[in-house]
């Protein structure tokens, strides 16, 4: 009768080691890089976007959809 | 924005090497350097096909690992750039790299290496935008313009798309669904080419 918290036990034990397999592991190398180089400025601090993000990232997206020529022949 | 990528069509690439002329002429890359390239598969042989490879703009970029000076950097915009006033031109990131992407030109006598160059995806580098300095050591800085890569912007078949990832992504996505595929072509059993994968939509390719 003793025995039987001492088997749940270990069952437990054994299902709580059996369940940390499942984990993921990151895989990802952690290294201490930092950029030891020159600041870059972004591309949209100059004279053409005066540091506006959105209007460039507006420009670029709408510079992306012209690669789709589907939005063009379907218009026809 | 999401991260800018580039995307190669296999199905539309010609292998013409536009793309690669557009990249030399764009940024006058040395003799010996080619910042893109095209890798051909079954060369001569039906079903034969064609991709054009640069610089991939890794999210975990291994180049950026190795580099013994720490010349790496990402931009906003997950754009892999470096500074070549660092570089002192050792080679690890070409070992690194799973594309070639890094190339080292010719600096002297006996294959003296360089300073390393690749691909910027037309972002320039760590020099005053458009600056003289920048163009000689990088190249031309065409996002700064608002502009997308010469290579993109110069494919005849549209291939080769570049810019915000979403976007590319949702340009693909309509081709392949107008060659008559569908969501099969997505995910894991697409990937691992299992044969159990769901049934072609009607009118498919093979």
């Given at each position: 009768m003793k025995s039987k918290p001492v088997v749940a036990a270990i069952a437990a034990v054994i299902f709580a080691v059996g369940l940390s397999a499942c984990s993921e592991v990151n895989q990802t190398a952690k290294t201490e890089k930092v950029y030891a180089g020159k600041k870059d400025e972004r591309?949209?601090?100059?004279?053409?976007?005066?540091?506006?993000k959105q209007k460039w990232e507006t420009a670029m997206a709408q510079r992306s959809r012209t690669q789709n020529e589907y939005l063009r022949t379907d218009k026809k | 924005m999401a991260r800018m990528k580039f995307i190669c069509d296999a199905e539309r690439c010609i292998e013409c090497n536009g793309c690669v002329t557009a990249c030399k002429s764009e940024h006058e890359v040395p003799w010996g350097v080619n910042r893109r390239r095209l890798v051909t598969v079954?060369?001569?042989?039906?079903?034969e096909r064609s991709i054009s490879v640069a610089?991939?703009?890794?999210?975990?970029?291994p180049c950026m690992a190795v580099c013994p000076v720490d010349c790496f950097y990402k931009t906003e915009e997950g754009i892999v750039l470096h500074d070549k006033d660092l570089?002192?031109?050792?080679g690890y990131c070409f070992y690194a790299c799973p594309f070639g992407a890094p190339q080292f030109p010719q600096a002297g006598a006996f294959g003296l290496r360089g300073k390393m160059d690749k691909c910027t995806f037309c972002a320039?580098?760590?020099?005053?935008?458009?600056s003289e300095a920048e163009r000689t050591k990088y190249?031309?800085?065409?996002l700064a313009e608002g502009k997308l890569p010469a290579c993109a912007e110069m494919c005849s078949t549209k291939a080769l798309l570049a810019g915000d990832g979403d976007v590319i992504m949702s340009i693909y996505k309509q081709r392949v669904q107008r060659r008559g595929k569908g969501d099969e072509i997505w995910g894991w059993a697409m990937a691992y080419n299992r044969n159990d994968a769901k049934p072609q939509a009607a009118g498919a390719k093979t």
């Open positions: 591309a949209y601090d100059n004279k053409l976007f005066g540091n506006d | 079954n060369d001569g042989k039906p079903g610089c991939m703009h890794c999210n975990d970029a570089c002192i031109g050792c320039g580098g760590p020099e005053e935008d458009n190249g031309r800085n065409r």
